[in-house]
């Protein structure tokens, strides 16, 4: 079975549901296809539990399916996350960026992708990264970190609200 | 709405004339009661004196009367109370706070938590911004103006917050800048980048006589043993710079050099007797800024 993006991958590594995963006649276990719902590509491997947690679907009670060092033409190796039956606002998808700025957004309604989308780098960014300065009051009181993200040379990095330094988006990954 | 001075950055150009301007009316009558009935906090997590104490000394003057602590050993943070909680409290008894705090960001913090005006008296090595304003204001004093100036900084100006605040609030006044540091110890390049970006001029070395003579204003500061992490680094250049009377005689006329104290050596007490040393009455000039920044923020200047 190929899913729905075409991808046709040996080996999945894990999937919550077990009943959707088949045994394909040549024996490989391939990932059904989403009916309606979200499949986030081109992310990160090392990521894709950061990613996890930024979209709170630690406690997501759809399906969710995740791949993990997955082949890719573009990347070498990458991760993919497809969740059923669910919808994102811009703006919360717009948070992966900092953990994964390639990723694309499939929008699938029936089977198909009715919509491609990329990451847009938000302003500003709560609650999501750590500032890398051991003295900042974010590391040693339950204070949520804020950060505008700043733009260098194609390099992001991320200003504390608090501090003023700057921690390198590198130091995230 | 109530206003708040975290960082040099919360206020803008025509704020920090304000403030300059108002400093200069306090210098001229130094006992103004014009906050009778008013009670503030003064808060310090870190010890202190000058700062603490000038702060204090406004208040008074102002009329106004001072609660607060200078070492928190004695308080309930000691019994692990957030800094959330105690800026909650101390914000349902007074008309403003003024705090010093080690951590970087916590002032900024305590003025999300509080519902009234907030002063950072220094959070840790990041903003001490009455420090800047009175360097700005005994930069204008001696030199009748805030423009076009050479400013020459020298010692630990990677660590040193002063000298990073009173570059960014320069940068307002078309200045030059020279930055006399050890190798360990230059100016961070985020703040070279800022003065890129706005096409003011500097250059560096690690000279203390190299520009000794061609600077409107040298503004030395103290190797700060607490910033340093680790104490082979501090060894290292604690002792790097050492200015004498003798080295100024080809300075300008109008040149005066600036300490934001304590010093320790990297000042001789020779230089003391020279008409160039300012660095103690620019401590007082803390004062007049102090009385201006309480009374700005609280509407009544």
């Keep these: 079975m190929i899913d729905n993006l075409g991808y046709r991958q040996s080996i999945i590594n894990e999937s919550l549901y077990n009943n959707h995963i088949m045994t394909h006649t040549d024996k490989e276990l391939v990932v059904s296809a989403l009916e309606n719902g979200t499949v986030l590509d081109h992310i990160p491997s090392e990521n894709i539990f950061k990613v996890l947690e930024i979209l709170n679907l630690m406690d997501e009670k759809n399906r969710i399916t995740i791949g993990i060092n997955l082949n890719s033409k573009l990347f070498g190796k990458k991760g993919i996350i497809k969740i059923a039956d669910r919808f994102f606002q811009d703006e919360e998808l717009n948070k992966l960026a900092l953990v994964a700025p390639k990723a694309t957004v499939n929008i699938i309604r029936d089977f198909r992708v009715v919509e491609k989308r990329k990451l847009v780098m938000p302003h500003e960014i709560e609650g999501i990264a750590k500032c890398m300065n051991p003295k900042c009051i974010t590391n040693h009181q339950p204070v949520k970190t804020r950060f505008t993200t700043m733009e260098n040379d194609n390099e992001i990095s991320l200003l504390c609200h608090y501090c003023e330094k700057i921690t390198d988006i590198k130091g995230l990954y | ?301």
């Design chain 2, 1 to 301: 709405m109530k206003k708040s001075l975290i960082s040099i950055r919360d206020f803008t150009k025509d704020e920090i004339l304000h403030v300059l301007e108002v400093a200069r009316e306090f210098e001229q009558n130094r006992v103004q009661k014009i906050l009778e009935g008013k009670v503030i906090a003064c808060i310090f997590f870190e010890p202190s004196t000058r700062t603490r104490l000038s702060f204090e000394t406004a208040v008074n003057r102002l009329g106004a009367k001072v609660i607060g602590f200078s070492d928190a050993t004695n308080t309930s943070v000691s019994k692990g109370e957030t800094l959330k909680d105690t800026i909650k409290m101390v914000s349902n008894y007074v008309d403003m706070i003024i705090m010093r705090h080690p951590l970087e960001g916590s002032s900024r913090y305590a003025s999300e938590v509080a519902s009234v005006p907030v002063v950072n008296a220094g959070d840790g090595a990041n903003q001490h911004p009455s420090q800047t304003l009175l360097d700005l204001y005994s930069i204008k004093q001696t030199q009748g103006r805030l423009e076009d100036l050479t400013i020459n900084m020298v010692g630990d100006l990677k660590y040193g917050r002063t000298t990073h605040s009173l570059l960014q609030a320069m940068s307002f006044f078309n200045p030059r800048f020279i930055f006399t540091a050890p190798e360990e110890l230059k100016m961070p390049v985020e703040y070279k980048k800022f003065l890129d970006e706005k096409h003011i001029g500097y250059s560096e070395t690690n000279s203390l006589e190299e520009h000794l003579d061609d600077c409107d204003i040298l503004y030395m500061t103290r190797v700060q043993q607490e910033r340093f992490t680790d104490p082979m680094e501090y060894e290292k250049v604690k002792d790097v710079y050492r200015l004498e009377a003798s080295m100024l005689g080809n300075v300008k006329q109008n040149m005066k050099i600036l300490h934001p104290l304590p010093r320790v050596n990297e000042i001789d007490q020779d230089v003391d007797e020279t008409p160039y040393a300012y660095y103690f009455k620019q401590a007082e000039n803390g004062l007049y800024v102090r009385m201006a920044i309480i009374a700005y923020l609280l509407g009544y200047r």
